[in-house]
C-alpha cells in the first residue's frame, strides 16, 4: 500500500514538473498540452490553485481539459474548478458564466447544486456597502432563493438562507439610507415612503424599529398625530426594550400624546394585521 502511495505521489511531481516546463522557454511559446492527460492537466491546474498568488492562473489548466477532452468526467470536474478559480479571483461575471455553462450542461449532477451556490455567492459577494446599486442586491436574492428552492436538502441550501436574510437587510438599509436623508432635510413625505416600505416590505429585518421611531418622527413634523401614535403603538408593543421606543415615546410625550392606534390609515392596517391578528 505504501508502495503504491509513493509511486502516485512521484508521478503527480514529475506531472507538475513537466506541465511546468512545457511552456516553451526563452521564446515564451505558448504551453501545449496534447501531449498530456486530461488528469496530469487538471491536477496542475489544482496546483496554481492551491500555490499561485493569482486563482486565475489556474483557470487555464482546467480550459485546456475541457478543451481537449471535451466527454470525460475530467472536464465536468474542470468546468465548476473553473468557476471556482475566477470566484476566487473576484472575477464574478467570468465565475457566473461558468458556473451557468455548468448548470446547462449538467443540470442533474451532483455538483449542479455547487454550481448554483457558486453563482448565487458571485452576486452576493458584490454587496459590499449599502451605498451601491441595488440591482445587485436583487439578483442575489433571486439566486439564492434558487438554491434554497431548487436544493432544500443541501449544506447549500442552509447557507444560502443565511446569506439571503443578510442581503434582504441590506435592501432595508439601503431604504432607511435615503429615509434619513429626506427626513434630514426635511422632505417628510418622501422620508415617510422610505420607512413605509421598511415597515411593510422589509419587517423581518433589524431596520424596522427605527424605521417606525422615524415615521413618529416625521409624522409629528406634518402634525399628523394619528398616524405618529399609530406608529409609536405598533413599535412599543413589538420592540418595546429597544431605544427606538424610548426615543419615539419620547417626542410622543413631548407633544402630550401617547402612543395608541387611532385613526384609519396604512398604520392603523398594520397595526390590525400585526398586533390584533385582522388581516380583513
Sequence with gaps: MTGIR?????A????????????GGAGNQPESFENFTAEQIYKRGEYE?????????AVKYFSEVERLYPYSDWAKRALIMQAYSYHRARDYEEARGAAQRFIDTYPGDEDAAYAKYLLALSYYDQIDEVGRDQ???????????????????????RSAILKFDLAFDHLAAKEMEI???????GHYP??????????EE?????????????????YLALGLNDQAQTAGAILGHNFQSSPFYEDAYAQLRGHGLKPEARGDSWLTRVYRQVIQGKWL
Design 6 to 10: 509513493s509511486g502516485s505521489l512521484v
Design 202 to 218: 422589509y419587517q423581518t429585518t433589524t431596520h424596522t424599529p427605527e424605521a417606525l421611531m422615524r415615521l413618529v418622527e416625521a
Design 12 to 23: 503527480a511531481v514529475l506531472s507538475v514538473g513537466l506541465l511546468a516546463g512545457c511552456g
Design 49 to 57: 490553485l492551491e500555490n499561485s498568488r493569482k486563482p486565475k492562473d
Design 190 to 199: 418622501a422620508a415617510i415612503n422610505r420607512f413605509r416600505v421598511v415597515v
Design 179 to 185: 429615509g434619513r436623508y429626506y427626513l434630514k432635510r
Design 135 to 157: 440591482g445587485l442586491t436583487f439578483q442575489a436574492l433571486q439566486a439564492l432563493r434558487e438554491v434554497i428552492e431548487q436544493y432544500p436538502d443541501t449544506e447549500y441550501a
